[in-house]
């Protein structure tokens, strides 16, 4: 019989799925109170905060979760 060499299993890949809708509802939501309290949209500002969670990330080992 054969000797165990390793006993690791390191994945190909990865992936994780997550439903922004409600996070975009929240933001937009933000943004309409904003402009009637302040008169100014924080929506950029908003989505700027988001944009780094939706972009694909080509590396399996920099995914958080």
Request: net charge positive.
């Amino acid at each position: 019989m054969g000797r165990l060499e390793k006993d690791t299993h390191t994945p190909i890949s990865t992936s994780k799925t997550q439903n922004f809708l409600s996070v975009l509802q929240q933001a937009l939501q933000q943004d309409k109170q904003a402009r009637q309290g302040r008169g100014a949209s924080t929506l950029k500002d908003t989505l700027a905060g988001i944009h780094a969670k939706v972009l694909l990330q080509s590396e399996p080992s920099k995914l958080n979760g």
